[in-house]
């Protein structure tokens, strides 16, 4: 089992709607990342944070909010969403050296 | 060109073969590269790392990097019907940003 943990694991939100998914790591890693994948496509980057600064942002619109509570949380905030924007949410953590552990991730669904 | 080449697949193979995949890519910057198997509706999960060039071993998995030649293969020995998955390939320089491939889908017939 992957020690990154991402709930939800689904999630289903209107256009309109507000919500959070939210990423729990306990392995001391100080970098930690929200990635976005479509199926049979590999992973997007969306969001590094290092050292709880936000350091990467990769031109993702403004609907998605990034948010690095402490050094074990990270939550990423929903608004406005497009249907287009239904995926697969993956949080990763990743040690000094460059390891990359995934969590299971949250599907979301934008009807 | 894209940075990481992966070739799909699909890959079919019996159970008991040795499955072999490679990814080619054009960043020499490149010094660190990951395999991850990913089953389906799941978060990719981390195989192989390595650092450099070099051959490392890990149980029925060895995964290899060749820097002159802008190469990195994973060879699976003794495949299972548990081995089907897709696998990605990934890579970075001394940053936090990896580059992956396209993914190649790994069927073992029982």
């Known amino acids: 089992d992957t020690e990154v943990t991402q709930t939800p694991k689904h999630l289903v939100m209107g256009m309109t709607n507000k919500k959070s998914l939210k990423c729990e790591q306990h392995m001391g890693h100080r970098a930690m990342y929200w990635y976005k994948q479509k199926a049979k496509k590999p992973p997007e980057l969306m969001f590094v944070?290092?050292?709880?600064?936000?350091?990467i942002n990769e031109s993702v619109p403004s609907r998605f909010s990034p948010e690095c509570p402490n050094s074990s949380l990270l939550n990423l905030h929903l608004h406005a969403l497009q249907p287009e924007d239904s995926a697969l949410y993956l949080c990763a953590s990743s040690t000094n050296n460059g390891e990359l552990f995934f969590g299971e991730g949250s599907r979301l669904t934008v009807l | 060109q894209k940075e990481v080449e992966q070739d799909p697949g699909p890959l079919s193979v019996p159970e008991g073969a040795i499955v072999s995949l490679n990814c080619t890519y054009s960043?020499?910057?490149?010094?660190?590269f990951m395999w991850y198997r990913q089953y389906s509706r799941k978060g990719p999960e981390l195989l192989m790392y390595?650092?450099?060039?070099g051959n490392k071993e890990d149980g029925r998995f060895t995964a290899q990097v060749d820097k002159s030649s802008k190469y990195i293969s994973l060879f699976i020995r003794d495949s299972q019907p548990s081995d089907s998955a897709t696998y990605l390939c990934?890579?970075?320089?001394?940053?936090?940003?990896?580059?992956f491939g396209a993914g190649t889908t790994v069927t073992v017939r029982a």
């Open positions: 990934a890579m970075s320089p001394n940053d936090y940003k990896l580059s």
């Open positions: 390595t650092y450099s060039s």
């Open positions: 960043n020499s910057a490149f010094q660190y």
């Open positions: 944070y290092s050292y709880e600064k936000l350091s």
